[in-house]
């Protein structure tokens, strides 16, 4: 086990609804970055959060959004939800200051389905 | 740009025999290469990793790999598959360690008795 959670496990919405999904990151990091893994495909990147504050982003449309927080757990929010959306979203948590823990360890991630 | 190929969307072998997965990337600069195995209904979880110095590599559960620059290469094996490998292996790349990663499409291995 990695030590990062994810809430909820699964969730099913209708289309147009918005969503929010929770990620706690392993004790010590402060980098939080989440991935997109539609059915039968790799993980995409949607986007990193350091320090609170955003560090990089994939290309996904502005409805995906984000927070952290100062205990660096972390929200991902999809507004208007579609079809396309259906995926399992994976967080991963790691230390941009911590050389021995630079690594990203993924969480057993939520998976959304849209109908 | 970075860009990772995996050759095979699926393989199968025999319990006992070679496993050989493969990976090809594309990068601008010196990657940082990293092989997942994800078992059904579950989040990822790192085998292995190549940074910088020795490019051979050696992982959890009797995997290893072997960065070839050369051959933009990081191909992964074990010389005994067990049943309990049966998974989908991701290969991925990034510029750093904490940066984005970028996935290959996946290869699923199936292990029969």
């Known amino acids: 086990e990695t030590g990062v959670t994810q809430s909820p496990t699964h969730l099913i919405k209708t289309r147009g609804q918005q969503v929010t999904l929770r990620c706690s990151s392993q004790?010590?990091?402060?980098?939080v970055s989440w991935y997109q893994q539609a059915l039968g495909q790799g993980p995409q990147f949607i986007f990193q959060?350091?320090?609170?504050?955003?560090?990089g982003r994939g290309n996904f449309p502005p409805r995906f959004s984000g927070l952290q927080f100062p205990n660096y757990s972390s929200e991902l929010n999809v507004n208007a939800l579609e079809l396309d959306d259906s995926a399992l979203y994976l967080c991963?948590?790691?230390?941009?200051?911590?050389?021995?823990?630079?690594?990203?360890?993924f969480g057993p991630g939520t998976r959304l389905l849209v109908l | 740009a970075q860009s990772v190929t995996q050759l095979g969307s699926h393989v199968s072998v025999s319990e006992g025999a070679l496993v050989l997965l493969r990976c090809n990337y594309s990068?601008?600069?010196?990657?940082?290469l990293f092989w997942y195995v994800q078992y059904p209904n579950q989040g990822l979880q790192l085998l292995l990793k190549?940074?910088?110095?020795?490019?051979l590599v050696k992982g959890i559960n009797g995997f290893e790999a072997e960065f070839k620059k050369s051959e933009t290469s990081f191909h992964l094996t074990k010389p005994s598959a067990h049943m309990s490998d049966a998974a989908e292996y991701f290969c991925?790349?990034?510029?750093?360690?904490?940066?984005?990663?970028?996935f290959g499409t996946g290869t699923r291995l199936q292990v029969f008795p």
């Open positions: 990068s601008s600069v010196p990657p940082y």
């Open positions: 991925a790349v990034t510029p750093s360690n904490t940066d984005k990663l970028i």
């Open positions: 959060y350091y320090r609170e504050e955003e560090n």
């Open positions: 190549y940074t910088t110095g020795a490019t």
């Open positions: 004790s010590g990091h402060n980098t």
């Open positions: 991963a948590s790691s230390s941009r200051d911590r050389l021995s823990e630079e690594t990203q360890y």
